[in-house]
Structures are given as structure tokens and as C-alpha cells.
């Protein structure tokens, strides 16, 4: 295919989206074309279905892991009637002593609901911890781009659900990035004080090398 084709078919999928986005009540997703920057192209309205805007995705979560937590998401993938919204949904499931580790969202805020049991959320910024108990029926807010984290501190197993200002947002886990790849264990113990043999066992148990 030609550049100028190609040229061609992306501004139509651009302006395609975003026309549909401004115009219409809704934009549901067609996943048989690619994404773009202002979200998936828009699924015709005759093949719409109000299955479209529904979903059964938030269900209890395998916490089988070495956070003893996981979780279900309702992100555009999962509901597509969700797609130029800018916004989605996911359940949390902590098992006793259960963590969300440390992460951030680099393009989404995010707001949490306790639904079951007791726990500490908190963000960190340069020069502070804003961290919060929190109990059934309480509410907190992480802002966009902040490192934050949540623990169970209950006696019982807890549900959070959280609700995001993005269809898909992305996620960035702190551990992931230092202890999931390649990185060089000297390099991580330099720049973080770490000890050498405790980087190496997290290496291991999470599929990092080097």
C-alpha cells in the first residue's frame, strides 16, 4: 500500500472516530480496526446490541499470588460501549494481608469504593504521604500520575472497586519495572540501596533476569 494510502486511512480513522465521538450518544467500539489516539473506530449503530453496554467482568479475582490480591477489570476491552467515555471500572480481592503493590497511572485518575472488609490506601509525592483507614462505604481519590498503593489491615478478606477518568487506562507497577526484566542487578542495587541478594530472590519469583 501506498504512503499516501495509508496517510489516507488513518485521517479517516481519526476523523472517523472522533466525528462520531462529538456527534452521537455513544461511540461502542469496533474492535476490527486498530486503535487510534482518540479511541477504536465506532461500531455501526445497526450492529449495536445493548449487550454493548454490559458486562459480567467483575467477578471475584484469583488472589493465588505473592500479593494475595487480584483483580477484574471493566476497561473498553471488556465493555465497549465504554470507548470515548473516559471511563471504566475494576474489582480489587485482597485475601488476609492482601496488597495492591505500589503503582501509578500515568493517564488516569482513580477513585476507590470499600465494599467489604478494612483497609489503608495512600499516594506519595516528593514530600508527603497522604495516606487514609478506610471502611465499607468509604471513598478515596488517587490523582493522575502519583504513586500510590492499597493493603488490607482487616481481619477478613476485602472487596474494593475502583472507577478510573480513562476507557483503558495504563498501568506502571513499581516492582515490575525494577524486578520483572533485564535490568541489571548492579544497576538497581546502585540506584536504590537495594541489597544484591534480595534483588536477586525478587528476580527470581517475579521472572526478572540479569
Sequence with gaps: MKIIHIFLFLFYLLSYTSHAVSTNDFCVADFTFPKTPSGYPCKSETNVTANDFASSSLVAANTKNI?????????????????GLDISALRIDFDINGTVPMHIHPDASELIIVAQGEIKAGFITPTKVYEKYLKVGDVFVFPTGLFHYQVNIGPTKAIVYAVFGSSNPSIQLLFGLLFKNNLPTPIIQKTTLLDASQIMKLKAQLGGSG
Design 67 to 83: 500479593f494475595n490480591s487480584g483483580l477484574t477489570t471493566a476497561f473498553v476491552k471488556d465493555l465497549p460501549g465504554l470507548n
